[in-house]
Antibody, heavy 121, light 108 residues
Framework: EGQLVESGGGLVQPGGSLRLSCAASGFTFTNYAMNWVRQAPGKGLEWVST????????YYTDSVKGRFTISRDNSKNTLSLQMHSLRAEDTAVYYC??????????????WGQGTLVTVSS | DIQMTQSPSILSASVGDRVTITCRASQSISTWLAWYQQKPGKAPKLLIY???NLESGVPSRFSGSGSGTEFTLTISSLQPDDFATYYC??????????FGQGTKVEIK
Protein backbone atom coordinates (compact mmCIF):
# COMPACT_ATOMS: atom_id res chain seq x y z
CA GLU A 1 0.00 0.00 0.00
CA GLY A 2 1.21 3.49 -0.78
CA GLN A 3 2.28 6.13 1.68
CA LEU A 4 2.24 9.91 1.36
CA VAL A 5 3.97 12.10 3.92
CA GLU A 6 3.60 15.89 3.75
CA SER A 7 5.99 18.39 5.29
CA GLY A 8 6.79 22.08 5.17
CA GLY A 9 3.75 23.61 6.80
CA GLY A 10 3.97 26.30 9.45
CA LEU A 11 3.21 29.88 10.41
CA VAL A 12 3.94 32.54 7.80
CA GLN A 13 3.12 36.24 7.59
CA PRO A 14 0.75 37.57 4.94
CA GLY A 15 2.68 38.10 1.71
CA GLY A 16 5.20 35.45 2.65
CA SER A 17 6.21 32.21 0.96
CA LEU A 18 6.26 28.56 1.91
CA ARG A 19 7.16 25.33 0.13
CA LEU A 20 5.26 22.13 0.88
CA SER A 21 6.61 18.70 0.05
CA CYS A 22 5.05 15.26 -0.18
CA ALA A 23 7.21 12.15 -0.07
CA ALA A 24 5.63 9.17 -1.81
CA SER A 25 6.44 5.50 -1.39
CA GLY A 26 4.95 2.09 -2.07
CA PHE A 27 3.82 2.72 -5.66
CA THR A 28 5.29 3.70 -9.04
CA PHE A 29 5.13 7.47 -8.58
CA THR A 30 5.49 8.47 -12.24
CA ASN A 31 2.40 6.45 -13.21
CA TYR A 32 -0.07 8.67 -11.35
CA ALA A 33 -1.26 12.25 -11.32
CA MET A 34 -0.76 13.94 -7.97
CA ASN A 35 -2.81 16.63 -6.29
CA TRP A 36 -2.99 19.13 -3.48
CA VAL A 37 -6.32 19.51 -1.67
CA ARG A 38 -6.79 21.90 1.25
CA GLN A 39 -9.23 22.28 4.10
CA ALA A 40 -9.63 25.55 5.97
CA PRO A 41 -10.37 25.21 9.71
CA GLY A 42 -13.92 23.92 10.18
CA LYS A 43 -14.61 23.99 6.43
CA GLY A 44 -14.93 21.52 3.57
CA LEU A 45 -12.45 20.15 1.07
CA GLU A 46 -11.11 22.40 -1.70
CA TRP A 47 -9.07 21.14 -4.66
CA VAL A 48 -5.97 23.33 -5.14
CA SER A 49 -3.72 21.91 -7.85
CA THR A 50 -2.96 18.84 -9.99
CA UNK A 51 0.09 17.67 -11.92
CA UNK A 52 0.08 14.81 -14.40
CA UNK A 53 2.31 11.78 -13.97
CA UNK A 54 4.82 13.07 -16.50
CA UNK A 55 4.74 16.54 -14.96
CA UNK A 56 3.80 18.02 -18.31
CA UNK A 57 0.28 19.16 -17.40
CA UNK A 58 -0.55 21.32 -14.41
CA TYR A 59 -3.83 22.77 -13.18
CA TYR A 60 -4.74 25.30 -10.48
CA THR A 61 -7.84 26.60 -8.80
CA ASP A 62 -8.45 30.22 -9.77
CA SER A 63 -7.66 31.67 -6.34
CA VAL A 64 -4.05 30.42 -6.40
CA LYS A 65 -3.15 30.93 -10.07
CA GLY A 66 0.01 33.01 -10.38
CA ARG A 67 0.86 32.51 -6.70
CA PHE A 68 1.28 28.72 -6.31
CA THR A 69 3.39 26.35 -8.41
CA ILE A 70 3.04 22.58 -8.34
CA SER A 71 5.97 20.41 -9.37
CA ARG A 72 7.22 16.86 -9.04
CA ASP A 73 10.56 15.06 -9.07
CA ASN A 74 9.87 11.57 -10.37
CA SER A 75 13.45 10.50 -9.65
CA LYS A 76 12.93 11.29 -5.96
CA ASN A 77 9.21 10.38 -5.69
CA THR A 78 8.47 13.85 -4.39
CA LEU A 79 5.61 16.29 -4.99
CA SER A 80 5.98 19.97 -4.13
CA LEU A 81 3.82 23.07 -3.83
CA GLN A 82 5.63 26.41 -3.86
CA MET A 83 3.36 29.09 -2.39
CA HIS A 84 4.02 32.83 -2.71
CA SER A 85 2.06 35.97 -1.75
CA LEU A 86 0.23 34.02 0.92
CA ARG A 87 -3.04 35.39 2.24
CA ALA A 88 -5.04 34.75 5.39
CA GLU A 89 -7.56 32.79 3.30
CA ASP A 90 -4.81 30.30 2.36
CA THR A 91 -4.78 29.10 5.98
CA ALA A 92 -5.66 25.41 5.85
CA VAL A 93 -4.51 21.86 6.21
CA TYR A 94 -2.93 20.92 2.89
CA TYR A 95 -3.28 17.29 1.81
CA CYS A 96 -1.24 15.52 -0.82
CA UNK A 97 -3.53 13.12 -2.70
CA UNK A 98 -2.79 10.47 -5.31
CA UNK A 99 -4.90 9.83 -8.42
CA UNK A 100 -5.47 6.33 -9.82
CA UNK A 101 -4.42 7.29 -13.37
CA UNK A 102 -1.62 9.40 -14.93
CA UNK A 103 -3.87 12.27 -16.01
CA UNK A 104 -7.43 13.36 -16.74
CA UNK A 105 -10.67 12.25 -15.15
CA UNK A 106 -9.52 11.15 -11.74
CA UNK A 107 -10.55 10.88 -8.13
CA UNK A 108 -8.24 10.73 -5.12
CA UNK A 109 -7.59 7.20 -3.97
CA UNK A 110 -4.96 7.83 -1.33
CA TRP A 111 -4.24 10.82 0.91
CA GLY A 112 -1.43 11.94 3.16
CA GLN A 113 -2.03 13.01 6.75
CA GLY A 114 -1.87 16.71 5.88
CA THR A 115 0.29 19.67 6.87
CA LEU A 116 -1.07 22.86 8.44
CA VAL A 117 -0.33 26.22 6.88
CA THR A 118 -1.24 29.27 8.97
CA VAL A 119 -1.02 32.72 7.41
CA SER A 120 -1.12 35.35 10.12
CA SER A 121 0.77 38.35 11.41
CA ASP B 1 -17.50 25.24 -13.56
CA ILE B 2 -19.60 22.40 -12.19
CA GLN B 3 -21.07 23.02 -8.74
CA MET B 4 -21.77 20.13 -6.34
CA THR B 5 -24.49 20.44 -3.71
CA GLN B 6 -25.03 17.93 -0.93
CA SER B 7 -28.08 17.48 1.26
CA PRO B 8 -28.61 17.48 4.10
CA SER B 9 -25.68 19.39 5.61
CA ILE B 10 -26.21 17.61 8.94
CA LEU B 11 -27.94 14.29 9.47
CA SER B 12 -28.82 12.92 12.90
CA ALA B 13 -29.20 9.15 13.03
CA SER B 14 -28.99 6.15 15.33
CA VAL B 15 -26.94 2.98 15.10
CA GLY B 16 -28.74 0.55 12.80
CA ASP B 17 -30.52 3.27 10.78
CA ARG B 18 -30.50 3.32 6.99
CA VAL B 19 -28.93 6.61 5.95
CA THR B 20 -29.05 8.33 2.57
CA ILE B 21 -27.04 11.37 1.49
CA THR B 22 -27.78 13.17 -1.76
CA CYS B 23 -25.34 14.95 -4.07
CA ARG B 24 -26.49 17.05 -7.01
CA ALA B 25 -24.34 18.37 -9.86
CA SER B 26 -25.11 21.65 -11.64
CA GLN B 27 -24.80 19.83 -14.98
CA SER B 28 -24.53 16.24 -16.09
CA ILE B 29 -21.42 14.42 -14.98
CA SER B 30 -22.47 10.96 -16.24
CA THR B 31 -21.18 8.66 -13.46
CA TRP B 32 -17.91 10.49 -12.82
CA LEU B 33 -18.50 10.83 -9.09
CA ALA B 34 -16.62 9.75 -5.98
CA TRP B 35 -17.57 9.67 -2.30
CA TYR B 36 -15.22 10.16 0.66
CA GLN B 37 -15.49 9.74 4.41
CA GLN B 38 -13.59 12.03 6.77
CA LYS B 39 -13.28 11.74 10.52
CA PRO B 40 -12.13 14.68 12.72
CA GLY B 41 -8.40 15.33 12.45
CA LYS B 42 -7.95 12.65 9.79
CA ALA B 43 -7.46 12.60 6.03
CA PRO B 44 -10.40 11.77 3.78
CA LYS B 45 -10.84 8.14 2.77
CA LEU B 46 -12.17 7.00 -0.61
CA LEU B 47 -15.41 4.99 -0.34
CA ILE B 48 -16.99 4.92 -3.79
CA TYR B 49 -15.80 5.78 -7.31
CA UNK B 50 -17.58 5.94 -10.66
CA UNK B 51 -20.80 6.58 -8.72
CA UNK B 52 -21.35 2.98 -7.60
CA ASN B 53 -18.03 1.14 -7.40
CA LEU B 54 -17.05 0.20 -3.86
CA GLU B 55 -13.40 0.82 -3.07
CA SER B 56 -11.48 -2.24 -1.91
CA GLY B 57 -11.72 -2.77 1.83
CA VAL B 58 -14.81 -0.59 2.30
CA PRO B 59 -17.67 -2.39 4.08
CA SER B 60 -20.54 -3.54 1.88
CA ARG B 61 -23.06 -1.54 3.94
CA PHE B 62 -21.90 1.45 1.88
CA SER B 63 -23.36 1.80 -1.61
CA GLY B 64 -23.61 4.51 -4.22
CA SER B 65 -26.04 5.12 -7.04
CA GLY B 66 -27.10 7.70 -9.60
CA SER B 67 -26.05 9.22 -12.88
CA GLY B 68 -26.34 12.54 -14.66
CA THR B 69 -26.97 15.14 -12.00
CA GLU B 70 -28.33 13.24 -8.98
CA PHE B 71 -26.45 10.77 -6.82
CA THR B 72 -26.90 9.06 -3.49
CA LEU B 73 -24.65 7.47 -0.89
CA THR B 74 -26.47 4.94 1.27
CA ILE B 75 -25.35 3.30 4.48
CA SER B 76 -27.64 0.31 4.94
CA SER B 77 -27.18 -0.07 8.70
CA LEU B 78 -25.28 2.73 10.42
CA GLN B 79 -22.43 1.56 12.64
CA PRO B 80 -20.62 3.52 15.39
CA ASP B 81 -17.56 3.84 13.14
CA ASP B 82 -19.65 5.58 10.45
CA PHE B 83 -20.23 8.83 12.32
CA ALA B 84 -18.18 11.19 10.18
CA THR B 85 -18.45 13.79 7.42
CA TYR B 86 -19.06 12.63 3.86
CA TYR B 87 -18.09 14.45 0.67
CA CYS B 88 -18.95 13.88 -2.98
CA UNK B 89 -16.56 14.93 -5.76
CA UNK B 90 -17.05 15.21 -9.51
CA UNK B 91 -14.32 14.38 -11.99
CA UNK B 92 -16.15 14.75 -15.31
CA UNK B 93 -15.14 18.32 -16.20
CA UNK B 94 -11.90 19.72 -14.88
CA UNK B 95 -10.45 21.88 -13.62
CA UNK B 96 -11.73 22.25 -11.02
CA UNK B 97 -12.19 18.83 -9.47
CA UNK B 98 -15.09 20.01 -7.33
CA PHE B 99 -16.27 18.73 -3.97
CA GLY B 100 -19.65 19.05 -2.34
CA GLN B 101 -19.80 21.03 0.89
CA GLY B 102 -20.05 17.92 3.04
CA THR B 103 -22.67 16.08 5.09
CA LYS B 104 -22.00 15.47 8.77
CA VAL B 105 -23.57 12.30 10.13
CA GLU B 106 -23.99 12.70 13.87
CA ILE B 107 -25.42 10.61 16.67
CA LYS B 108 -29.11 11.18 17.32
Amino acid sequence: EGQLVESGGGLVQPGGSLRLSCAASGFTFTNYAMNWVRQAPGKGLEWVSTISGSGFNTYYTDSVKGRFTISRDNSKNTLSLQMHSLRAEDTAVYYCAKARIPSGKHYFDYWGQGTLVTVSS
Amino acid sequence: DIQMTQSPSILSASVGDRVTITCRASQSISTWLAWYQQKPGKAPKLLIYKASNLESGVPSRFSGSGSGTEFTLTISSLQPDDFATYYCQQYHNYPPWAFGQGTKVEIK
